[in-house]
C-alpha cells in the first residue's frame, strides 16, 4: 500500500491506464486477427475495410503512446506487403 497521497494517486492514476492500453491491444489484435481471417478465405474487399480500419487504430494508438510509432509502421507494412500478395495471388489466377 502507498505510504502518501500522491503514490495513492499514482497508483490510481496506472490501473486506468493500464485499462485503457489493454483496451486499445485487444482492439487492434481483433482487428489484425479478423483481417487475416479475410485474406485467408478471400475477401478483398472486406480486408481493404479493415486494413483502413486497422492503420486508424495503430496511428492512433501510437499518437497515444499504447505503442511505439516504428511497432504500428511495421505492423501496417508487413500487413500491407500480405495485402499485396493475395492481390497478385487473385489477380494471377
Not at 505510504?3 to 490510481?12: F, L, T, V, W
Not at 482487428?31 to 492503420?55: F, M
Amino acid at each position: 500500500m502507498p505510504h502518501n497521497n500522491s503514490a495513492a494517486k499514482r497508483m490510481r492514476q496506472n490501473e486506468v491506464r493500464r485499462l485503457r492500453n489493454k483496451s486499445r491491444l485487444s482492439e487492434l489484435k481483433t482487428i489484425r486477427k479478423n483481417l487475416l481471417r479475410a485474406l485467408h478465405d478471400k475477401e478483398q474487399g472486406k480486408a481493404e475495410e479493415l486494413y483502413k480500419s486497422l492503420s486508424h487504430r495503430l496511428d492512433q494508438a501510437a499518437a497515444n503512446k499504447t505503442i511505439h510509432k516504428n511497432s504500428a509502421n511495421r505492423s501496417k507494412a508487413r500487413i500491407a506487403l500480405k495485402m499485396n500478395a493475395a492481390k497478385t495471388a487473385v489477380a494471377a489466377k
